[in-house]
């Protein structure tokens, strides 16, 4: 029998990811909540995931595609997050309950996400199933049309963070059968702050945001967004970044040689804009695109509130942050993750870094 893997989430990722793992041999079940059903007519009509570009070409037949959580996730060996960040919290609640041992969960980006998890769970007696996330979605992908996913490229390497991070090596090893190029970093702290949506999403929709407020989506975001005044902030965010992982004593590299596409370079601006895949790539249409809603309250928003509390300055991160707060016409402080949300509030720094390895 083939082993079964669920897939939360019916957006970008999860279609590629279910094609993809399909392809592989695993047994696919996706989960939507019942609200976004309709979002995916296609996809729960048919159970087929049209699939396109560098993971492969065809009428993917998937397993199963359900809005019940529960039998989505029963005996699942691995169980995929693939959600945005606001949806993290209340899903950790609802699959606390349905954890079976021998279960292993990740989130597909985390960006400390994996805390929120790890929290819900302990609070339930869960405390034996160990929690991952990665850096980054494993695909550059797309949805093109219903239930048809466009991958231009994967990512590689592919950073993975644990808690517990004792953990780390042998949850890589069993989630190396399903991505290639699976690099382990010291826990999921160092993981989430190498994240690179926050890095290149949130200075260009900043610095962008009257293009995009009247094109509407007819914008190249990575090519006509990317110039050299926006990489200059895409590197500063960088710059602040890197000195939270110091602060930490984590391993550190530029965004550049994380962002895994066909171009090698230490210039960020080189890796996206002359990448042909990222020029494929419009929007956002609007102030309520994921590189606004997520990446500036769930990714810069969380970096900063961590960063104040183990004192590392990030004014450009915070300028960022208050922008996008008046540009979205929304707190971006505020309905973003907390530290208490993440269960870290009041942590010394060698506190939190001995509970994200030992749990």
Not at 98 to 112: N, R, S
Request: proline share 4%; with cysteine; hydrophobic share 45%.
């Amino acid at each position: 029998m083939s082993e079964k893997i669920a897939i939360l989430g019916c957006g970008n990722g999860g279609h590629a990811a279910a094609a993809d793992l399909t392809l592989k041999g695993f047994e696919v079940t996706m989960y939507e909540d019942p609200a976004f059903k309709d979002q995916h007519q296609e996809l729960f009509k048919h159970k087929i995931v049209h699939l396109q570009g560098a993971a492969g070409t065809g009428d993917i037949k998937i397993h199963d595609v359900t809005t019940n959580l529960e039998q989505a996730v029963k005996g699942a060996t691995i169980i995929l997050v693939v959600v945005p960040a606001f949806v993290h919290a209340s899903l950790a609640k609802k699959l606390a309950i349905y954890i079976e041992p021998g279960q292993i969960v990740c989130l597909l980006p985390g960006t400390f996400g994996s805390l929120i998890f790890y929290k819900e769970f302990k609070k339930v007696g869960v405390n034996y199933v160990p929690v991952a996330e990665s850096h980054t979605l494993p695909y550059a992908t797309r949805l093109i049309a219903p239930a048809t996913s466009l991958v231009m490229s994967r990512f590689n390497p592919l950073k993975i963070g644990v808690i517990p991070a004792n953990k780390t090596d042998e949850i890589l090893t069993r989630l190396s059968h399903l991505f290639d190029g699976l690099e382990a970093v010291e826990s999921v702290i160092a993981c989430g702050l190498s994240s690179l949506n926050p890095i290149i999403h949130v200075p260009g929709c900043i610095l962008n945001a009257g293009r995009i407020e009247i094109a509407k989506g007819d914008f190249h975001f990575y090519t006509e967004g990317f110039s050299d005044s926006v990489v200059r902030a895409t590197e500063a965010i960088d710059n602040e970044r890197i000195h939270i992982l110091k602060q930490f004593g984590y391993a550190h590299d530029i965004a550049a040689h994380g962002v895994g596409g066909s171009i090698q370079s230490d210039s960020i601006k080189e890796v996206i804009a002359s990448d042909p895949n990222f020029a494929k790539i419009t929007g956002p249409a609007n102030f309520k695109n994921r590189y606004y809603a997520e990446d500036i309250p769930f990714g810069l928003a969380s970096w900063a509130k961590l960063a104040n509390a183990y004192d590392v300055a990030t004014p450009i991160m915070d300028s960022m942050v208050n922008l996008g707060s008046l540009i979205m016409e929304e707190d971006c402080w505020s309905i973003g993750r907390s530290l208490g949300e993440l269960g870290i509030e009041d942590m010394s720094l060698e506190d939190l870094k001995n509970y994200v390895q030992n749990g």
